[in-house]
Structure formats: C-alpha cells, structure tokens
C-alpha cells in the first residue's frame, strides 16, 4: 500500500501518521505486538521490542500475521532485515515450553532439539534441569519455574508456561450488581476493563495495563470474581491498602470479615489479604520475616499492584509462586530501572493494554490542561544559584520563593475547586501550606490524619491540599480537578504519570483538569521539567510554556 | 617426415586464429613477442599456461584433462573419444556438442593443438600444470626410466590383458571389487593394511599378485592409470560439469531496489559526516601509515555504526579521493579539494563517485582489523592495503550476482558459482563474503540480490576505471530508484519534528542544522533540543528567521513549545559574546578613552569600545603601543596573555599529488578501457608482424631477444647475465643454423621435445665454466631446472635453465627415439620408485 499510515523505520520504530484516514486501523492492527513510545500530535511513535514480539505470540499471533500488518499498513518498503529480524524474534517463544508430564510432572519440552541442547549447555540453567526424560524432554525441579523462565529469557528463547496453576482455596466472590455509595445504583464493568479481565484469565497470568484512573482496582475485583478462590494482593503502601479493601467491599460481595490486612501495623490473613511490598520486603538478621505470608494460605490468585513498582526481593519471592495465577496492575510497564524482561518472564505477558487517549476519548478519563509557569529568578536569587555547589542547584532552583506567589495566584484562579499542590522539599511545602491556608500531608503524617484528611478533600469540606511524594502512588482523590507542581524528584517520568494521574480522575461534570507545572528559569529546575513535560507530550497531552509575568492574562482564557 | 611440431602448428594458425588467441590470452602480446616461434614458446610457459588455466571453467578443464590423460605426451586422441571419455552415465543429447564446442575454444587458446588436423593432444607444458593424479588416474606404468622390456612376475600387467584380470575378478576373495570401486575415481592411492590380519590383506594382495593394484611404496598402493580406465569403462570424467543452479528464494523488486537505495544514502551521509568531522580536526596518520584504532573508534561513535563499516567508509573516502594524506609531519588526513564538489554534488552523484571509484579500487577494507603474519594490527588506510586481485575479483562478483537476478546470494553461493567459472583460482569465501558486505553497505545490491544500481555498474568492462558516462549513469540510475522527496516537516509539541519521507536538500540542510536526528529511514524523526536549536543559531539564524523556515516546511502551526524554546534560545544566544582582537586598550578614565578611540589619527588601528573602560584593537599589541606613545600618552604593557589568536577552524585542504596519495586511490591503477574493435586491430597489426619476422620454414635466431625478456619466466635475467658467452656460443650454434640463444625460444623447445620425447641438441655451460655439447632427450622443464635423458651415457641428467646456452634440433634422419619410449612422459609427481621390490 503506497499511501499507508505507517512508516517503518529500520531502527525498529514505527511512526503512525494520526490524521490518516487509515490510522485507527492500523493502531488496532499494531498495538497487539509494538509498544506505544510517544504520542504527540500527528505522529504516534511505536517500537518494537523483543518482548514485545513475545507478548504478542502469547496472545496468539504469528509471525505471518505481524509482518502482514507491517506490509498493509506500510507507506514505503518495510526495511527486508526488520522483516526478518520479526520473524526470527518471534520464532523463539515458544520453542521451549514448561507442561506437566504425567510421570515426571513438571518438565521443559522443546520442539527444537538444538534450542534444548543449547539452552542445557548454558552454564545458568546449571541446578535449575533435572535428568532428561527423552530427547525432547528435560525434568525441571518444580521450585525453580520461576528462576528458570527468567534464565531463558535472559537466553533469549522464552519459554511458553503451559504447566498450569493450582486451582487454590475456593472462595466465592461476586461482583455487587450496584454501587452501595452512590445510593445503591446498578454499575457494571466498563467494556475495557471486561476485556482486560477476560484478556488475563484467558492468557492465565499476566499483565494488564491500563492508565491511572481508569479503574485498574475494579479489573482487579472481576479477576478474583472470575477466580473464586482466596486471594493475596500485594500493594505499594498502607494507604493503598486501605483503598483496595474500601474498594472491594463496594465493588464486591466480600465483607470486612473476609479482607485482612498484612502490613506494619495489623498482621491479618484472611481468604483475601492485602499486604504491602514493604512489610514483605522487611528483613530482620538478613532474613525475610514475613515470607511465611505467601503459603499461609493456599492462594488462588495473587495481584500486584503497580508492578513497574515492583521491589526486587518481590521478583525474587515471585519467582517460587510461578504454579499461582498472578495478575499485574499497572499505569505503564517502563520501568526505570529497566526491568521490564523480569516482569515478563515472572509474572507474565502483557494481556491488556489501551492507551491513554482511547480511554480519554471514551469518556473514562477527564482531559487535562497542561500549562509550564516559568518563573525568572530576581537578580540576587540568580547570583546565588550561580555560584551554588552543583548538588545544591536543585533545591535552591526549585524552593525558590517566587513560586509561594504563583501558586498563591494560581489558587486563586481556580477558588473552590478541589486543588493539589505536589511537592518534594518539605520546608517548601510547610511554607506554602501557610502561604495559601491549607494543610500539608507529608512521610511523617499519620495514617489516620491522612485518612481523615483525605475523606475531607473527597467531601469538599476542605478545597486545598499541600502533598509531599508520599501522595504520588496509590491515594484515591476523585474529585482533584487542579494539581499544581512545584518540585519533583529529578525529572522522573514516572512521578509525572503518577501526577498526573491524580488529576485524571473523571469529574462528575466534565470539567478539564488542570495540571501546572512552576519551574524557574534557566535552572536545572527548567531541565527536569522538560524532562518530565517530555513525557506528558508524548502521552498526547498538549502542554504550553507561559512565562509567569504573564500568568494573568494567559490563564484568563482556558479557565472556564 | 617427422610430425609437425607445436611451433609448426601455431606458425599454420590463420591470422584470424592468432589475433583470437592473443585476445584471449593477452599475456601473450604484452610485450609484443619477436616471431612467432617465441610466440609458441611463450605460449608453453609454465606462467602463460597457468594464467590461461585459470581463467577456465570447470568444464573446460575437464575437457583439458580428458586430453591431457588421453593425448598426453606424444600420443593423440580423436575428438569422438574424448566425447565417449566425458559422457555422464546417461549422455544427454547435447553432450557431444558440448565437447565439440569446448575442444574448439582450448584450440583457440592454443592450449590443444592438432599435429595432423584430427587427432588432438595437449600443448607442450600443460601436462606440467596438471594435478599429481590427473582425473584422478595413477601415473601410466611404463615409465621412459625404467621400459618395461621384460615384465616380472606378478608385474603389471598389460594393458591389453587388464580386461582379461577384470574378468577373472568373479574369482577374486571377496573386498577385491570394493577396493577397486574405491580407488576407481580417485585418488588412486590406497593404504596398505598395517596388519596382515586386515580383511582387506587378502584381497590387497591378490590384486597386487594380478598386477591390477601396485605398490606405490611400503604403506600405499597405487591404482595405474590403464587399470583405472578400464574400470571406468574408458571414460576420464563422469560427464561435464554444470553450472551450479542460483537458489530459488526471489526477492521482490521493489524490497531489492528499496534497500538498495537505503544503503546508497546511508554510505553518502557517512562518507559525507566523515569528511565534515575531519574538515575540523583532522586526525594524525600513524607513522607507518594509516588511521589510528582509537580515531577509528570515535568514528565509528560518531557514525553510530559498527568500526567494520566505519573503516569501510573511511577507505571508500579515500578510493574516491575525497580524503588524503595532506603530506605533513605528522601527517594527518584531510579533505581533498575534490572533497569541496563532491559535498556540492546531489546524493545521487555523490553515490555515483564513491561507487565508480569502489570497483576499480584494489584496496581491501575488510583487512582492517585482522593481524598480518607478524601479528601487527592492520589499520584503516594503511598503505600496504592492497590485494591487487581485488577489482577483478569484484567484478567477478557482481558478475555472478548479475547472472542470478533478484536472487539473493551468499557467499557460499557465489563461491559456488565462482568454482564453476573458474575452479583454478578460487578466492576464500571470507574474501567473497566481505566484497558482499560491501556491495551491500554501497548499495549496490539489496536484500543479498543485485540492485539496478549495482547492474550499471557491472556493465564497466572488467578491471577498469569507469568513464564519465559510466558515471553518470550511475548517478542517474540511483536518481530515478530514490523515493521522491517530501519537503513537509511535522512538527509536534514534545519538540520532535518527522519528516515523512526523504527531506528534501533544503529541508534535509534546515533540520541537520536546527535539530538532532532520532531516527532514520524512510523518514526522518528529529528532535529540537536548545542545544540544537543553539547550533542552527550559531549559524547566523535568527530566532525569528528559524522559526519562520520551520513554520513554511509545516502545514500546521509551530507548537507552542517549540515556538517558546526557540525565542528563548534566541534570548539567551549571545548573551555571552566571543570576539577576536588582537591587543586591548584599559584605561581608568572613560573620559581618557573617549578621546583616544575618536581620534581620527589611531583609526588605522582598527580600535572600538567594547565596554566604558576598555577598548580593544586589530593592531598588533606593538603596533598600538607606537601608536599611542606617539600621541603623547604613556601606555603601560600588560603581561603576555592578553592576546587572542583568531583560529580558522577549517584546515586547508590538500592535493592529490605524490605516490603515497595516489596509491590511495588506486593502489594498483588498472588500465583504462579500451573498446574491444580497438584492441583487436592492435592485435591484427602485431600478427602481421610476427608473419613478417618468421620465416615459413625454421626459427633463426632472434636479434630482438632481448626485447622479449620481460615473460615471466625463469631464468631470464641470469641468461641476460651471461651475456657474452651466451652470444658467443650464439654464433657458434648459429653455424649449425638450427638453433636458438633465445632463452625462451630455447625452454619452447625443450617443452616441445619433452613432450614428443624427442632428442635435441643442448649447448650448456657445466659446472666448472667449461661450455658442453651433449644430445639429450629432455623430460620435464620445471622450476627452473631441465631435467634429460642424456643418451650417450644412459644418465638422467638436471641442468639449471640460466646454464643452458642454446638449443638445436636434431636432423630428421629417423625416429628421434625408440616408439616404445615416445609415448611417454614420467609422471607429474612420481610418488613411487620403480625399483621397489613388489610384494611378496
């Protein structure tokens, strides 16, 4: 096709032309098997990655059917090598495959005797196989699936897990058919997250990704209906915990009796448990004191939420839960730490995935404004930064005084609407939290302060909320219509997702979110905002550059 | 009448005749040979044969073989028995032909000649360039060494009575057959059993006992030739060889001419980023010649490619004479003048240089990296880097790519195809596989098959440099395959802009300026940072400018951000300002300056403010010091940094001159083309000339000799050493009026009479000085040594070619030798000694 929406480039990424007539199609036809890089205006930016070849084998497509898409969709001659490099990638999953052998129970089989030979020459798969069944055939110890489906991705040929799952403990659980705090109306599952739950259990364990608001706790709760069966999940901190157990017993028949919680404070188990990465990850004389947790019960399913969070000694604990269905929750799978081939090999493929916009444009999630304030620092402030220690640039760029009178402005712009201010440096926050009247919630606040707190904010009793990086994973604030940054920890994109993620929430009334960011000029604070602004731009979300002298009259127009 | 010899036969070869073999063998006019008798000696050297050979295909020497084995050494074979010899186990209909036609082609190359006109046997010395077991035969049994008068008991036996044991191998212990079938197609060399308990003992020794396997020494047996033909039935060959068939994997010709044209853009923009990088800093050479490994490195960094490639460019750079050796100490690598066209030249054009200079180029790339036999690393553009098989060698290969079209081939392909053509030189596939790659990285084939590109290029005559047409086709075919340009730039709000397509130049200039690509291909993903934006500043761009350039190459507005990034590049650009001065002015009283930079008297210096206390100046520090002490104020020195030096950044560029430059180029400049008609009239011109100089009848000595000493053949320049007696024993033979001095007139006919088993007079100087005379029958010219028969005493005598003085035919009065002994000539390679006891 000559005119096709696609370009392929030889460095394995694709550009998807938006206003093609033909793009819808083709992002429905590419997104099973490349990654979504960016997606500014008129050119999305796909890659494809190894595992995301091998994502897109597990969920059943060939070869054949990638390069078809690649060909159809096509404006130039796709690059021959790219052609046979897809080919050769995607021959690999699935050579070899975990099954359970009647006799010897759970054994590696190879369709390629030359990929088992290789793969049992490696010096690391040494100690993981066992003796050889016959020639296509090579017991595995059943305590090391885990470490041994990490071992052949790291070798580059995936193994398919067919082996199965212990059907765990049976423990009914049922979707409630209505919302009991919404005066008890009907609700179901949005088409989507259908699709996601359905996705999963059908692949067996994987991932789902969906973006922040879009009800990832709600596709966990049809996961464990599905399931029937005791359930652990595992979530970042205690807060989130709390949310996960408010929203299962909304979404679900479960009662308080039968959610436990396993974290610093209370030690729980119950048919559904929730534990916190922390208390799991706690060790005492080197040892990991609450590792019994993970047999305590014979779980069914196990959930982990924000896997692009995941804690390695997680991955580690992961590896030997491999005969249990796991399901993975998360906003994006980039890690930074650029961990992703574990997640793959250990929790599982990706299962489903819908970007950001889709959702956006299906009404989920609420479009958002976003707007850089670029502050000049006064002279004096601009010496000082000059001749500061280059570790101490940060911080002095990013506490500098005049943003206390932007964000005061800002405030006032959008008087009465629920509002947060996002912060890293705790004395920054203290004085803004003076400077515009409102309560600071930090690492060192307590949990039920911030419980009640938060039940304020969510019930408009009080309108303003100053929140240090502990807020970035996990809280629920429905109705935060206005974030407002000031400092961040060194451009993370992640944090930025995060971020912006609490303004995404839908609104009851549609209104825009508003997401500002107050940096000031020719810092380091500047770099890291772009940084961070980089990925907002990739998600799609315009954003514009307004210089804070100009503040007045350039938000005039968008505030509504 | 005795049978005409192979100078007789070449001297009765039509005009026609000589100037084809003369084109088909240019060795042999190169230089001019004096008459046609050297012209035939020539011919039989063992240099000329070799280079005829290898130019062969399989075959054709399968066919050269059949007569060499058949029509070797005095004896002769017919044209019907060499197709019976050759036929394959079901002849197809063509066979016959097929021969016929081949046999035709190795009388033009004078390779095989006719004594009578039918009968064919091989040129003198060609059974010299044979295999040790030609055909995979066993020497023939009866040696001239040792004439089988009276044959022993358990002997050999005749090869009359060979089908008789044959038929009696029904009795035979059993395993006989099967060692028979297993030296019956060579190699016709056998272990002997070590232990006597061997199953193989029995039948080895019965066939020994009937003379059908003899004993080549203690461990081995040897299959004779006579046995090893009626085995075979008569045949030498199981038919001809084929050519092999290309692989049947097509690629499509759009993918083929796609790829093709990605490489050619990409070669250009790397040869084009290696001449911009080094236009600013070229890199020292090494001393002994060559880039060093660390500039290569950050080459290849630069270029985001692999060294392999990066030294491939540099070289391809340097084959153009776009890069040299600027001449200075330290040398360092620079761009040519001709560097400044060819950056001006279109993409096409600029493809077309570096590839017409590629094909002729005897410089080998794929060296860079490997250790020579020292085990010294070899670099980029070292000089030494020249193999000068390398341009016919890849002309070869796009030859073979030519002749398997949209098939993609490897190097084991190639080589196969290769094989066939020319089975006597063989490159290793290492070589083919790097020439390959190249072909691939220039863009001369695509996805493994030959690319239209590629095609034009294999059009040039072999071993050429193609011509300005040549080029420019070049240029024109890669034109009409590149994807039509797109002069639209997307630009987006996270600072990225794509090109969907290929950038037009201005485009391609604008954002090569102004941004950082991201990814390349068939478009073009560039990313505006405030560096680059910065960069395109520098430039002489004003922001404004920028963004209006930016604003007509995209059908929808500037982004915001994009807009806010480059305003405030452009705020913060020269904020910092650098100039150049060369002596500064300070003064603590700005009212004292005012006074100085407007006096009309120190305009000459060139000087103006540049902040309310100082000034600085053009002048030379000296210069304004005179100056200002001249107007009455007292100026004060200040300490020796104040000075800037204005650098130009650019280096000058240099010319292509001296050899160390050119044989960068071309390190073995091939000869330029010369259309075929052109050439051929030449040749007709030079046969005429030898007609002139040879009388009908018999060689005279040739006064000219000298002139022909250039042959690549042994002993030549001791025979020119020797100079005086060698003319003094020139007359003397003279007088006998049937001999040569002309050394290789006189190797041409020992050749002759080795190979007729003739006897011939041999005018040598012996050992101590003292010049001989002795009637020899010759056996074998070899390596610079004869080795004879001498007749008189009945010993084999070896004299060093230098030492031969003359050579004089013996007066036809009878047959030169006993019939029984013509026939033969000794074994290529005896690997057993006739008198070795047979097996007890």
Redesign the interface.
């Known amino acids: 096709m000559p005119d096709g929406p696609l ?5 394995k ?1 694709l ?1 998807l ?1 938006v206003g093609h007539p033909q793009a819808d199609a083709a992002r429905r036809a590419i997104a099973p098997f490349a990654e979504l890089e ?1 997606a ?4 999305h ?1 796909y890659r494809l990655t190894p595992l995301g070849l091998w994502n897109a084998r597990a969920a059943g497509h060939d070869a054949e059917q990638v390069v078809n898409v690649l060909l159809d969709y096509s ?3 796709v ?3 790219l052609l046979v490099d897809v080919a050769e990638t995607m021959s690999r999953y699935g050579r070899l495959q975990l099954a359970q052998h009647p006799v010897h129970g759970l054994v590696l089989q190879a369709t390629d005797r030359a990929v088992l030979a290789e793969v049992m020459k490696s010096r690391r798969t040494a100690g993981l196989l066992g003796d050889r069944v016959d020639d296509d055939t090579v017991v595995v110890h059943p305590s090391e699936r885990g470490h041994l489906k990490q071992v052949l991705l790291k070798l580059g040929w995936p193994a398919e897990d067919l082996a199965g799952y212990v059907d765990g403990e049976k423990h009914a659980i049922d979707l409630s058919p209505t919302d009991p705090s919404k005066g008890g109306t009907p609700w179901e599952m949005r088409p989507y997250q259908q699709h996601a739950v359905d996705g999963f259990w059908h692949g067996g364990s994987g991932v789902v990704v969906l973006p922040c608001g879009a009800g990832k706790t709600i596709v966990g709760a049809g996961a464990m209906a599905r399931s029937g069966t005791t359930t652990l999940i595992l979530v970042t901190n205690t807060v989130s915990a709390r949310q996960w157990r408010d929203e299962l017993l909304r979404r679900t028949t479960l009662t308080d009796d039968e959610i436990g919680e396993y974290s610093g404070a209370r030690k729980d188990v119950r048919p559904v448990t929730i534990a916190t990465y922390q208390v799991l990850t706690t060790k005492r004389k080197g040892v990991y004191t609450h590792l019994e947790l993970l047999d305590a019960r014979d779980w069914g399913l196990v959930v982990y939420d924000e896997v692009h969070l995941l804690p390695a000694p997680i991955f580690r604990m992961t590896a030997d839960l491999q005969a249990r269905r796991r399901l993975g929750l998360t906003a994006t799978l980039v890690r930074e730490d650029g961990r992703e081939d574990e997640v793959f090999s250990l929790i599982g493929p990706k299962r489903y995935d819908a970007p950001w916009k889709d959702i956006e444009a299906q009404g989920y999630i609420a479009p958002a404004d976003c707007v850089e304030v670029r502050l000049t620092l006064p002279e004096r402030d601009r010496m000082l930064y000059a001749t500061a220690e280059p570790e101490d640039k940060y911080r002095l760029a990013a506490c500098a005084p005049g943003k206390n009178r932007i964000v005061e402005q800002l405030v006032a712009r959008h008087e009465g609407d629920p509002t947060l201010v996002i912060g890293q440096y705790l004395d920054q926050l203290e004085e803004l939290g003076e400077h515009i009247g409102a309560p600071v919630i930090t690492g060192a606040t307590t949990v039920k302060e911030r419980q009640r707190l938060f039940d304020a904010f969510r019930t408009g009793e009080i309108t303003k909320l100053v929140v240090s990086k502990v807020a970035n994973f996990s809280i629920d604030l429905p109705e935060a219509s206005v974030a407002i940054q000031v400092s961040g920890s060194f451009g993370s994109r992640q944090e930025e997702a995060q971020r912006l993620g609490r303004v995404m929430r839908p609104k009851a009334d549609g209104r825009t979110a508003h997401f500002y960011a107050v940096v000031s000029r ?1 810092t380091v604070d500047q770099d890291f905002a772009a940084h961070r ?2 990925f907002l ?2 998600q799609g979300y ?4 307004i210089d804070a002298e100009d503040l007045d009259q350039a938000t005039e127009d968008h505030v509504d | 009448m005795r049978m005409a010899t192979f100078s007789d036969w070449v001297r009765a070869r039509s005009d026609e005749q000589l100037v084809a073999l003369l084109d088909h063998r240019p060795d042999l006019a190169s230089p001019s040979p004096a008459t046609l008798l050297s012209l035939a000696a020539r011919a039989t050297s063992r240099a000329s044969l070799h280079r005829a050979a290898s130019t062969l295909d399989a075959a054709h020497l399968v066919v050269l073989e059949s007569v060499a084995v058949l029509g070797g050494a005095g004896t002769t074979v017919t044209a019907d028995r060499l197709v019976e010899a050759t036929a394959p186990d079901d002849p197809a209909p063509g066979h016959a032909a097929d021969v016929l036609a081949v046999l035709a082609d190795l009388e033009s190359l004078a390779l095989v000649w006719s004594p009578d006109g039918t009968a064919l046997r091989v040129a003198p010395g060609v059974d010299e360039i044979q295999d040790a077991y030609p055909a995979g035969l066993g020497p023939p049994d009866r040696s001239p060494e040792r004439p089988a008068t009276a044959p022993q008991e358990d002997g050999p036996v005749d090869a009359d009575d060979v089908e008789d044991v044959l038929g009696a191998l029904d009795d035979a212990p059993p395993g006989a057959r099967s060692i028979l079938a297993a030296l019956m197609w060579g190699p016709p060399v056998g272990r002997v059993p070590s232990t006597a308990g061997s199953p193989t003992a029995v039948p080895t020794r019965w066939l020994v006992r009937h003379g059908l396997v003899r004993h080549a020494d203690a461990q081995h047996i040897l299959l004779p030739r006579h046995v090893g033909l009626a085995l075979r039935g008569g045949r030498t060959h199981r038919g001809l060889p084929r050519p092999p068939e290309p692989p049947a994997e097509q690629r499509a010709r759009p993918t083929v001419d796609a790829e093709a044209v990605r490489s050619a853009q990409e070669v250009v923009r790397f040869v084009t980023e290696v001449l911009l990088d080094w236009q600013e800093v070229p890199p020292h050479a090494l001393k002994a010649g060559g880039l060093g490994v660390r500039e290569l490195r950050r080459l290849a960094q630069r270029l985001e490619t692999d060294q392999t490639t990066t030294a491939f460019v540099v070289e391809l750079a340097a084959m153009a004479g776009l890069v040299a050796d600027d001449g200075d100490d330290p040398a360092s690598y620079s761009p040519t003048l001709d560097a400044d066209d060819w950056l001006e030249a279109d993409v096409a054009q600029r493809w077309a240089a570096l590839a017409s200079a590629w094909l002729p180029s005897a410089r080998a790339p794929w060296l860079v990296g490997s250790r020579d036999d020292k085990g010294v690393l070899r670099n980029a553009l070292d000089p030494e880097l020249h193999r000068s098989w390398a341009p016919r060698l890849r002309g070869e290969v796009l030859g073979v790519l030519r002749s398997a079209p949209l098939a993609p081939l490897s190097a084991h392909d190639v080589l196969a195809v290769l094989r066939w053509r020319t089975p006597r030189s063989v490159p290793p596939v290492e070589t083919l596989a790097a020439i390959l790659h190249e072909a691939h990285l220039l863009g001369l084939t695509g996805a493994g098959a030959l690319a239209p590109t590629g095609d034009v290029l294999a059009d040039v005559p072999a071993q050429t440099v193609p011509d300005a047409g040549a080029v420019t086709a070049l240029g024109e075919r890669l034109d009409a395959l590149l994807p039509e340009a797109v002069d639209d730039l997307l630009l987006q709000g996270d600072l990225t802009g794509v090109v969907p397509g290929r950038p037009s130049p201005t485009l391609e200039a604008l954002v090569a300026e102004s941004a950082d690509v991201e990814s390349r291909g068939a478009a073009l993903t560039v990313r505006f940072s405030p560096a680059s934006v910065t960069r395109a500043l520098d430039a002489g761009r004003t922001g404004e400018e920028l963004l209006a350039e930016l604003a007509a190459h995209s059908p929808t507005p500037v982004p915001q951000p994009l807009e806010y990034l480059v305003r405030d590049a452009a705020r913060r650009h020269g904020q910092v300002r650098v100039g150049a001065a060369a002596s500064y002015v300070r003064v603590e009283d700005p009212a004292l300056l005012a006074g100085i930079v407007d006096d009309p008297r120190l305009h000459a210096l060139g000087m103006f403010r540049v902040a309310p206390t100082v000034l600085v100046a053009a002048a030379p520090i000296g210069q304004v010091l005179a100056a200002l002490r001249e107007r009455g104020v007292a100026p004060a020195m200040e300490g020796p940094d104040g000075q800037i030096v204005h650098a130009d950044r650019r280096t000058p560029r240099v010319r292509v001159t001296g050899r160390r430059a050119r044989r960068l180029v071309h390190a073995a400049r091939p000869v330029a083309a010369v259309p075929p008609e052109v050439r051929r009239e030449r040749l007709a011109g030079l046969v005429a000339d030898l007609r002139r100089s040879t009388p009908p009848d018999r060689p005279v000595p040739d006064p000219g000799a000298e002139d022909v000493g250039g042959t690549p053949d042994q002993g030549t320049a001791a025979d020119r050493s020797t100079g005086p007696r060698a003319g003094r024993s020139g007359d003397h033979v003279g007088a006998h009026g049937a001999g040569t001095t002309e050394p290789v007139v006189a190797l041409g006919m020992l050749r002759e009479a080795a190979a007729d088993g003739r006897e011939v007079w041999l005018e040598m100087v012996g050992a101590h000085g003292v010049p001989q005379r002795r009637r020899v029958r010759p056996l074998r010219v070899d390596a610079g040594r004869l080795r004879a028969v001498d007749v008189a005493r009945e010993s084999e005598l070896t004299v060093a070619v230098h030492r031969i003085v003359a050579v004089e035919h013996i007066a036809p009065e009878g047959p030169a030798a006993p019939p029984e002994v013509s026939g033969s000539v000794p074994p290529a390679d005896p690997p057993h000694d006739p008198k070795e006891p047979p097996h007890a």
């Open positions: 370009i392929v480039q030889s460095d990424s550009l032309e960016r500014p205006e008129h050119m930016t404006r130039y001659t690059p021959h090598a020719d602004q980089r731009a990739e315009a954003y514009r550059i």
